[in-house]
């Protein structure tokens, strides 16, 4: 497997050079995706994709107190962010598939990796479709990101399953769906409505395949830190008020506390953490999530 992770790097499993749009390339593989009803860009999009609401902004008093273009700023933000971060996600399951392509046993497995490698370039597609422009990751890099490039590359078969699969793909369809409900645009849901069904499969096929597997002590340990990694990185992160400095200048701890109590962002954070711990319990036959409890890595931290 070693031989595979030069294959692997950062910028292979997130910044692959794109074609000139005049490529005869891109004109196959767009008649292909249309084939699968992925349709063109969509032009009648609104100001920001998600509202206040699904924030919780209009209990914040730094946001209501922006003047009305430079909320739509903040929201516009997030928007892009949350475009972003799904973008750099499915980028990211064509390396995942092509790694798994070729370490799977299995005739089966191998064709169901390569179903799944198909799914992940229309989900690809159906993101682009939305967006208006191309994401910069010194802008619109999300700190879980960094352990998901380093798991695809350096992570056994059996700690992918369980990581990728089971843990990520898992708590993605809790985020997809969220994102689905409070969307603002009936195109973008209908895209969340075909990408949850597909990454269905791809969960409920890492729970058959973890459940057979079996982790060796480097991998339990490799779980262990991956998991760590991306609980500390899920913590890590705050667009909304990342948003809010930018747009409205720095907050002081003061207004950061107000507003995170309007928001209710401990008990977002809290059924988050929740969601993940719920994942990992599907299929957890080494008492990975004991060991995680006891090292405190489900605990909120306090932020700001």
Not at 19 to 27: G, K, M, Q, R, Y
Not at 45 to 56: I, K, Q, T
Request: hydrophobic content about 40%; proline content about 4%; some cysteine.
């Amino acid at each position: 497997m070693n031989d595979l992770k030069s294959y692997f790097t950062d910028d292979s499993i997130f910044f692959a050079p794109s074609l000139d749009a005049e490529h005869p390339i891109v004109s196959i593989l767009d008649r292909g995706l249309e084939q699968y009803g992925v349709t063109k860009p969509v032009s009648d999009l609104p100001d920001s994709l998600w509202g206040p609401e699904r924030y919780g902004l209009e209990h914040s008093s730094v946001y209501t107190r922006l003047e009305p273009h430079q909320q739509t700023e903040v929201l516009q933000k997030i928007s892009r962010w949350n475009l972003s971060l799904s973008y750099f996600i499915e980028k990211s399951g064509h390396n995942y598939g092509a790694k798994m392509i070729l370490l799977a046993d299995r005739m089966e497995e191998k064709s169901l990796y390569c179903l799944f490698s198909a799914e992940e370039a229309i989900h690809l597609r159906l993101f682009r479709n939305f967006m208006r422009f191309t994401p910069d990751p010194s802008v619109d890099w999300h700190p879980m990101l960094d352990p998901l490039a380093r798991v695809i590359r350096d992570g056994s078969k059996e700690a992918c399953v369980l990581l990728i699969q089971v843990l990520l793909e898992g708590f993605g369809m809790g985020h997809y769906r969220s994102l689905m409900q409070d969307c603002r645009h009936p195109g973008l849901v209908q895209a969340f409505q075909k990408i949850l069904r597909d990454e269905a499969r791809h969960h409920g096929a890492g729970l058959v395949l973890a459940k057979e597997g079996v982790l060796k002590k480097g991998d339990r340990d490799e779980c262990f830190e991956f998991t760590r990694e991306f609980v500390g990185a899920l913590q890590s992160a705050n667009w909304v008020l990342r948003a809010l400095e930018e747009v409205g200048g720095p907050i002081s701890a003061e207004a950061r506390r107000h507003h995170l109590e309007a928001v209710g962002y401990r008990q977002v954070l809290e059924k988050r953490l929740e969601s993940l711990k719920e994942m990992l319990l599907k299929a957890d036959r080494e008492q990975l999530v004991h060991r995680l409890e006891r090292d405190g890595v489900f605990e909120v931290k306090e932020t700001g």
